[in-house]
């Protein structure tokens, strides 16, 4: 952005570049995209603009900055992209799980939905096929029976649990399954040139084949990056521009021991479970693989997603940590539900993945002012202090592993306070915009204290059932009860508001 006598000149490297040039201009002039759709804009009204010399060039600090979602495509999909795109997140995943077992959407159903493609394409973004798609590129309904020998043998038995689901994994010594996969991402590329990376991430779990061919390679992560180098390499000769991107994790997390990774269009992403140590991330770097990103959760896993949780300073700490190191970016993994549970979390990470030397306390003042304007300080004291909370249920962080791990076996004070605190916000919020989002806030607050209720009386039980007083533990267990299913009627009457 530059000022040019009386003209502003936004440009960049790239459309996309130009394009996020455009937002950050915007954004000097006080608009803010903190939550998708209409309802999480911020743009004020003037009659006159006024800009002061500017002179001003940035450049994204990470390059590959996406989320890991299961896409299942919604109405909401598209408010989401056009979110990131503001927020400057720079890849869209779609997800090449079978249409049946996980019930996800095949990457043709994506392209099908009116409008997400060229909502994509229009700014620039990059596209990723994949996630846990070993079965999509070698179906087990199409191979199991003629070439067993492409499944993993686990205990002695090939392809154990790999017609009822995506548990076991490939035999990755075998060559003619990588030139197969090779072929299957080269036609699948030809068809669908809008895909920049495919995924060749191993299934979800464990599973790792312990054939004798196998075993010769080295270790597991070994194998597997055989199969990797073999696909990659035959892609790149035919598609150099494809990047292929496959995932450490499970019996394949720590780095390779004997094989070096093709390096010219590999892309590591680390799951950060196991939690990943700073040397595992470093060994990886040094594995010989183009790019290493971090696969992160800093929207939670799976259980209680609905739980808010706000983890600024993990994030902070962590981006921190990684762009140190050399990383070159992370891919949190989120759904689309769910947003308000996880809103702060969005914001930071979108704002530090781009640049992660801005102060913390900057990035949150400004989340604050603009998305809870008049309500903002108490609405920082809020959220700070649900933070110090911790976490409600599993996630991992190479920096903060342990002190954001928690659960619901807190003290009633600890849910009070946060209440208490929430009110205060509520009672500050004077506009109709700043009301519909603290609202939010209360839907995601007020199911926490029902969960919490419910684990309160099952503990009770389970103390009472112990000490053998019956009548007593039968109470606490209706109690549960109850309160259980007034939280499946909270979950049931806000399913539709992204809480
Ligand atoms: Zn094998």
Redesign the pocket.
């Known amino acids: 952005m530059k000022t040019v006598g009386p003209n502003i000149v936004v440009a960049g490297a790239t459309g996309r570049a130009t394009l996020y040039a455009a937002y950050a201009l915007l954004e000097r002039l006080g608009c803010r995209w903190c939550f998708p759709g209409k309802y999480g804009e911020v743009i004020p009204k003037r009659s006159t603009l006024k800009f002061a010399p500017l002179n001003q060039i940035e450049k994204p600090a990470f390059s590959y900055r996406t989320f890991m979602h299961h896409a299942f495509v919604t109405e909401e999909t598209a408010d989401w992209i056009d979110w990131m795109a503001k927020n400057r997140m720079n890849c869209f995943l779609v997800t090449l799980y079978p249409a049946k077992g996980y019930k996800g959407q095949l990457y043709s159903e994506f392209k099908q939905t009116p409008g997400l493609l060229e909502a994509i394409q229009k700014r620039g973004m990059l596209i990723e096929a994949g996630h846990h798609a070993s079965y999509v590129w070698t179906p087990p309904k199409e191979f199991y029976e003629k070439k067993p020998?492409f499944f993993?043998?686990v205990n002695g038995k090939r392809g154990l649990v790999a017609i009822e689901g995506p548990r076991a994994q490939?035999?990755?010594?075998?060559e003619e399954l990588a030139e197969l996969t090779a072929e299957r991402i080269i036609t699948f590329s030809r068809a669908n040139p809008e895909a920049d990376i495919i995924s060749l991430y191993t299934n979800d779990g464990y599973g790792y084949?312990?054939?004798?061919?196998?075993?010769a390679i080295g270790s597991k992560t070994d194998?597997y990056m055989l199969y990797i180098n073999r696909v990659a390499e035959r892609v790149y000769k035919v598609l150099p521009d494809k990047r292929i991107s496959f995932l450490s994790y499970s019996h394949a997390s720590a780095p390779p021991e004997r094989l070096k990774v093709f390096g010219k269009n590999t892309l590591c992403t680390i799951a950060t479970w196991p939690p990943p140590k700073v040397n595992r991330l470093k060994g990886w770097l040094a594995s010989g693989v183009k790019e290493v990103a971090l696969y992160e959760y800093y929207m939670g896993s799976y259980s209680d997603r609905s739980f808010p949780w706000a983890c600024p300073k993990a994030i902070d700490d962590e981006l921190k940590t990684i762009h140190k190191l050399g990383l070159a970016g992370v891919a949190s993994q989120c759904e689309l539900d769910n947003w308000t549970a996880y809103a702060v979390n969005y914001w930071v990470f979108a704002r530090l993945i781009w640049n992660p030397t801005l102060p913390l306390e900057d990035v949150l003042a400004d989340y604050y002012g603009h998305y809870y304007a008049e309500a903002a300080g108490p609405m920082q004291a809020y959220f700070e202090y649900l933070e110090s909370m911790g976490r409600f249920s599993y996630s991992w962080n190479v920096v903060e592993e342990k002190k954001i791990r928690c659960n619901l076996n807190i003290p009633e004070k600890k849910i009070r306070k946060l209440d208490e605190l929430l009110s205060v916000g509520e009672k500050a919020a004077a506009g109709k915009a700043v009301r519909a989002r603290i609202r939010r806030d209360r839907i995601c607050i007020d199911y926490l204290k029902l969960a919490w209720t419910r684990e309160d009386a099952a503990r009770k039980a389970t103390k009472l059932l112990a000490a053998a007083q019956l009548p007593d533990a039968v109470e606490q267990l209706q109690r549960g009860v109850k309160v259980g299913r007034a939280c499946l009627e909270h979950l049931q009457r806000y399913r539709n508001e992204r809480v």
Do not use: M, T, V, W
């Open positions: 020998e993993a043998l490939l035999c990755f010594s075998n084949c312990e054939c004798e061919a196998c075993k194998a």
